[in-house]
């Protein structure tokens, strides 16, 4: 795993169908090590879904993910060893405090006490979180819970971090200091994959975009790239987000 | 919709703001129910239906004898009236404090209704009545058959009358009382602890009287030297019923209708019938008064956690820890796991997940209020069932009943508490991991370890109580060394296998939305649960019947049939173990949150 080539995340032919709807038709994307992806598309395009089934969460229908060369439906275990996951729904155990819930998260994934302890501690001091690790969750703001979630997510300092819709709920320092981080952890080898609407975001932080609409990647590559796919590289991320998805709802 | 339409349209709706309040609440608690949860709430009814007139006749066979007594029997049934009002009172008083909390400040659908332009009459007098309705319902439900007996028993028909022109203003005393301690505990504690809280009392409350009532033993009025003891209780019970009490005045105008007795103290009952109403008005209209005053105050402060400061600096001050330069009372704080009590008992468990379950689940359960205040409840019913099994024995003595099938019988009832504990406390696991199961599901755990860590932290407990009654009513009942260990294997087998269907089914037929164990238990999965774990444990008394009779009457026991129950007690154990479980894994597995 050490060649920044390998990649981390593949996802072939993937497809996802509840009932008679197709969420997700036919996805093939690949993240190499130490790279941050963006995932773009309006609401309902199939992003969650995506990550969803990245995370073992759903169970596509058909194609193959594979996870540091793990299959996640095979190998569900050793892929899910590899993956930190921040929900964009940030339920937490209410009664339990930021440091408890650290403790069983770490639990979860098999890490020492010792090494729990070490990694909450410099995590909750990196998301300034340090003085309320002792309090329960149900006293959290939003973007406190968000911010635990990040913590708890890389805790075992995962291969691959998947996140849907992180910036919600956090207020500029805590964005800015997600951004920081997320382009430190990248520098140091871990792949990122992200979904989001902040167009901004994505442009700041990213190495590679994929704009998915009604469930196929309508565009990928890096950013430069796919910029200079749609005439020239002064156009911005919204203005080609917004054409591209205006033309599937005509198309 | 235009600008004179939309204002037409909520004028309309301003015409019945309480229907308003009512519908949005009705929508967000009540969603429309499935097939299931329709014939699961008849179920319900029925049974409730059956309670009620069980408890109308149970109380009238009591009256009667009460009504019986020479000389004092009318009086005695006067103050048993007095003392069941009082306790309705008291229980409706917990229960509407905890209602008044929900409705007036922990709803769904308050912030809705908060910045909506409600009037605010309109406003509280819809939660008033709603409050009252939800709090007053079950213990009406359970305590007007107890009133109708006093009526059938000790009256005529103007008691009937009575009751209906009391009860109602009774309702208003304690429905008003806990808004206002409501009201005044959320202007100084957040909303959600005191909820906590009062739960909390309320079943320490329902255990001090249930014991106070066991212990007493009413049925000793069967025996005339009992009778004295009874008489006492009663009156240190009663013994605080002044004439400042509404439950006295309820009192005073249902007893007035009594037969061969007379006003106590020449109070005249239509005065006192005058004073319940014109309090019960009266304590509306103090109630609406404070709400407009303190409402808006406390819904604010409840939301702050000020208070949740204040009571820090309180703690500060206690520990005598300095608090921090810039005020900030959420300071460094941190306890190092090896002092955590909790999570040096969860050593007791596995190293990995299964521990990491075990010490989660069970600081979840110390923090909840309503599940171990009903921990508590649990462990007062195992004390009176094994204290009234006594008479069991004096049943077995007498001849009456054989001391065998008194010994099956008391396995049975055993087995019928290790089901009932097991599906109310371990059946809800899963479900409660519900919003959590993102965790869970991207977690690197097999379905089976999140199943076995569940099992692992429910099944010693449930071992525990299950023994405990087993052995301790057996040698109650006197039986032989060896009957008391077949009792112990039966009850050990069944607590196994009851506690297996409990959580195995539990992820077979998970209510993911339900906000508490309680409603889980109470829902169409908990009663197939109760169903099947019921049949296999009476399966398993049957399977002991044969060698219990065998050693009860000293016969020589056949290999062949001690065998067959052997076998047969294996084979349910071994399928009542892996069925549920592996189903369960199996629904986990497939469960995509």
């Known amino acids: 795993m050490s060649d920044k080539n390998t990649p981390v995340l593949e996802l072939s032919g993937v497809h996802k169908r509840f009932g008679r709807f197709d969420a997700v038709e036919g996805i093939d994307l690949s993240v190499r090590k130490g790279e941050v992806f963006g995932f773009l598309g309006p609401n309902g395009a199939g992003k969650t879904t995506t990550l969803r089934m990245v995370t073992g969460l759903l169970r596509p229908t058909s194609g193959m993910i594979r996870v540091a060369g793990h299959d996640v439906v095979k190998a569900p275990i050793e892929a899910k060893r590899r993956i930190g996951f921040i929900s964009d729904r940030p339920f937490l155990y209410e009664k339990l405090t930021g440091g408890e819930f650290l403790r069983f998260v770490g639990g979860l994934w098999g890490m020492s006490p010792a090494a729990i302890e070490s990694a909450a501690e410099y995590w909750m001091r990196r998301f300034e979180m340090l003085g309320w690790i002792g309090e329960p969750i149900d006293s959290y703001s939003h973007g406190m819970r968000q911010r635990l979630l990040l913590c708890s997510a890389l805790l075992h300092q995962p291969d691959l971090l998947v996140m849907d819709e992180p910036m919600v709920g956090l207020d500029p320092r805590g964005a800015s200091r997600l951004k920081q981080v997320v382009r430190e952890l990248a520098d140091n080898g871990m792949s990122v994959v992200l979904s989001t609407h902040t167009l901004d975001i994505v442009e700041q932080v990213c190495d590679t975009v994929a704009i998915i609409n009604r469930g196929r990647i309508v565009t990928s590559g890096p950013m430069e790239q796919v910029r200079a796919e749609r005439e020239g590289e002064s156009r911005s991320l919204e203005q080609i987000f917004l054409e591209l998805t205006a033309q599937e709802e005509q198309g | ?593």
């Not at chain 2, 509404?246 to 106590?264: C, K, L, M």
């Not at chain 2, 009952?269 to 609406?288: E, K, Y």
């Not at chain 2, 959420?330 to 002092?339: D, E, L, Q, T, V």
């Not at chain 2, 939305?513 to 889980?520: P, T």
């Open chain 2, 1 to 593: 919709m235009t600008r004179p339409a939309a204002a037409a349209g909520l004028s309309g709706a301003m015409t019945r703001p309480i229907w308003l309040c009512s519908i949005v609440r009705a929508k967000l608690v009540n969603p429309r129910l499935s097939p299931g949860q329709v014939a699961t709430r008849l179920i319900f009814v029925v049974t409730g239906l059956a309670i009620a007139v069980g408890i109308y006749f149970g109380s009238r066979w009591f009256l009667d004898l009460c009504y019986q007594v020479e000389a004092i029997g009318p009086l005695l049934c006067r103050r048993l009236l007095d003392l069941v009002l009082l306790v309705l009172v008291s229980v409706l008083l917990l229960s509407n404090i905890v209602t008044a909390l929900s409705s007036f400040f922990l709803a769904r659908d308050l912030e809705l209704l908060v910045v909506a332009p409600l009037p605010p009459r309109s406003f509280f007098t819809a939660r008033f009545g709603e409050q009252m309705v939800h709090s007053s319902w079950m213990v009406l439900a359970f305590g007007l058959p107890t009133l109708l007996a006093f009526a059938t028993v000790a009256g005529d028909w103007s008691t009937y009358l009575a009751i209906l022109l009391a009860v109602p203003a009774l309702l208003v005393f304690p429905a008003a009382g806990g808004f206002i301690v409501a009201l005044l505990l959320v202007s100084y504690l957040p909303a959600a602890r005191v909820r906590d809280m009062v739960v909390g009392l309320i079943f320490i409350g329902f255990l001090v009287i249930y014991l106070l009532i066991r212990l007493a033993e009413p049925e000793r009025m069967l025996n005339p030297d009992g009778f004295a003891s009874l008489v006492n209780l009663l009156t240190s019970l009663s013994g605080s019923s002044t004439i400042l009490i509404p439950s006295h005045w309820a009192t005073a105008v249902i007893g007035s209708t009594f037969r061969d007795t007379s006003p106590v103290g020449g109070q005249v009952p239509i005065l006192m019938g005058a004073t319940l109403w014109c309090g019960a008005g009266a304590c509306h209209a103090l109630s609406s008064a404070l709400f407009r005053l303190l409402h808006g105050r406390a819904i604010s402060r409840s939301q702050e956690g000020r208070a949740v400061a204040r009571i820090s600096r309180l703690w500060a001050w206690l520990r005598r820890r300095p608090l921090p330069e810039d005020g900030n009372i959420r300071g460094p704080r941190r306890r190092a796991p090896a002092s955590d009590p909790v999570r040096w008992v969860g050593h007791l468990a596995p190293r990995g997940p299964t521990r990491e379950f075990f010490i989660k689940d069970l600081k979840l359960l110390l923090r909840d209020a309503s599940q171990w205040s009903q921990l508590v409840l649990l462990l007062a019913l195992v004390f009176v069932y094994l204290y009234n099994f006594r008479h069991f024995r004096q049943i077995g003595e007498s001849g009456l009943i054989g001391r065998l099938t008194l010994f099956m019988v008391g396995m049975g009832l055993s087995g019928f508490v290790t089901t009932a504990v097991s599906v109310r406390f371990a059946f809800p696991l899963i479900s409660l991991e519900g919003r959590m199961m993102w965790l869970l599901r991207s977690a690197p755990l097999n379905p089976r370890q999140v199943l076995w860590s569940k099992l692992f932290a429910t099944l010693p407990p449930l071992l525990v109580v299950a023994e405990v009654m087993s052995v301790a009513s057996s040698m109650i009942l006197g039986a032989s060394g060896t009957m008391i260990l077949l009792g112990a294997v039966v009850a050990a087998l069944t607590a196994l296998t009851v506690c297996s269907l409990a959580i195995g089914l539990g992820a077979v037929l998970p209510d993911y939305r339900a906000e508490s164990a309680a409603k889980v238990a109470a829902g169409f999965g908990g009663m197939v649960c109760m169903s099947v774990a019921m049949l296999v444990a009476l399966a398993l008394v049957g399977l002991a019947v044969y060698p219990a009779w065998a050693l009860h009457a000293h016969l020589h026991l056949r290999v062949s049939r001690l065998l067959f129950c052997a076998g047969g007690a294996v084979v349910i154990t071994a399928t009542a173990i892996a069925v549920p479980l592996v189903l369960g894994a199996r629904a986990l597995d497939r469960h995509e949150p």
